[in-house]
């Protein structure tokens, strides 16, 4: 099954969609290997005309290339995610991955230089290892020491330990703001930033919106301030590649949680487009 409207030619589509299907490394609530399917069912719920843009996805060339394989080694995992990106950049496509784990967003990144990453996540995922793992607790700090990032920002996060908090207001590359500062973030990460990747932790919003993830974490965001955030974002600055993580099917309440990463895979698509 393919995302809604995204039936197009991936030789000339602006942006292309596929599944990491992987969860190996969660701690708390496992099961987002399902979701890049469950999003693509729950898409089909939406129509594809987006009134304050004026667009109809279906005039556009959007592709699917469906899910990867993935080797349970999150190493090979994180190589096979970058090829596939890389490919998909040289014929000029956003590559937008759908999770799967956090753990996987590096392989999106590697082929990138200079890139400003936006992070909207709930956590801060700076712990050297975790669990003895180097999954998802970590993959924020994995992307600041292995990708060629010019600054990041995450925007919602309210949990952290301690040690994560020292080394991370040490670095001179990342950033981070809790919910009631998040549009001074935003704010704050425009400023010089150019070409840009977005990562969404749908932990990010509050539970009482997203209660299908694999940590959740009270006192996030709604998701119409996100969908605000995403606009401004989006609308000025050229967006390199993205992803959607951690929803977890199994732990979800009538798909809210995958309806609305559905309809955030719509509009932020939408709004790419548009731009």
């Given at each position: 099954m393919k995302f809604a409207f995204a039936d197009g030619d991936p030789g000339y589509s602006k942006v292309t969609v596929f599944g990491a299907p992987y969860d190996l490394t969660s701690s708390f609530r496992p099961g987002s290997?399902?979701?890049?399917?469950?999003i693509r069912e729950n898409s089909f719920g939406f129509e594809s005309y987006i009134p304050e843009l004026d667009l109809d996805l279906t005039d556009y060339e959007v592709a699917d290339e469906g899910d990867l394989d993935l080797s349970f080694d999150l190493k090979s995992a994180l190589m096979e995610v970058y090829s596939v990106s890389r490919e998909m950049r040289s014929r000029e496509s956003i590559p937008f991955m759908l999770g799967g784990e956090h753990s996987l967003t590096p392989g999106n990144l590697r082929s990138l230089d200079e890139i400003s990453v936006l992070v909207f996540d709930a956590h801060l995922d700076y712990k050297k290892e975790y669990m003895d793992s180097d999954g998802h607790a970590c993959v924020l700090r994995r992307v600041c020491e292995e990708c060629s990032v010019k600054k990041m920002t995450v925007l919602g996060v309210r949990s952290f330990s301690k040690e994560e908090f020292v080394e991370a207001k040490k670095s001179e590359v990342i950033d981070f703001y809790p919910p009631g500062e998040v549009k001074r973030g935003l704010d704050n990460f425009l400023s010089g930033a150019e070409m840009i990747y977005i990562s969404m932790d749908m932990d990010v919003v509050d539970p009482a919106y997203a209660p299908g993830v694999g940590n959740p974490e009270p006192g996030g965001i709604t998701p119409s301030l996100l969908m605000e955030l995403l606009s401004k974002v989006i609308g000025g600055k050229t967006?390199?590649?993205?992803d959607l993580v951690e929803i977890s099917p199994p732990?979800?309440?009538?798909?809210?949680?995958?309806l609305l990463g559905a309809w955030l895979v719509k509009e932020t698509?939408?709004?790419?487009?548009?731009?």
């Open positions: 290997r399902f979701a890049p399917q469950r967006v390199a590649g993205l732990f979800d309440c009538n798909d809210m949680t995958s698509i939408g709004r790419i487009l548009a731009n």
